[in-house]
């Protein structure tokens, strides 16, 4: 099956959390080790092998901060 690439546009993001709760597969995460400009988490892909491009996610996300490649 073909492999989907989730893109986090850091800067945008503002760790909302909402496509960490959306993706089914467990993909994203919030990264606690990094804070972005604004001052937020911003989420990060941690089971990238995981996505199915499925774009939940990307549907999620307020700020359209997330690509999804397929």
Same mark, same amino acid.
Request: charge should be neutral; proline fraction near 7%; include cysteine.
């Given at each position: 099956?073909? /492999?989907?690439?989730? @893109?986090?546009?850091?800067?945008?993001? $503002?760790?909302?959390?909402?496509?960490?709760?959306?993706?089914?597969?467990? %993909?994203?995460? @919030?990264?606690?080790?990094? @804070?972005?400009?604004?001052?937020?988490?911003? %989420?990060?892909? %941690?089971?990238?092998? $995981?996505?199915?491009?499925?774009?939940?996610?990307?549907? /999620?996300?307020?700020?359209?901060? @997330?690509? %999804?490649?397929?």
């Amino acid at each position: 099956f073909l /492999m989907a690439k989730v @893109i986090i546009h850091e800067e945008t993001c $503002k760790g909302c959390g909402l496509c960490v709760d959306a993706c089914p597969r467990g %993909v994203l995460a @919030i990264n606690k080790e990094r @804070i972005n400009q604004k001052g937020y988490n911003p %989420v990060h892909p %941690v089971n990238p092998d $995981k996505c199915t491009g499925c774009t939940s996610c990307a549907l /999620m996300c307020p700020d359209t901060s @997330i690509e %999804v490649e397929r």
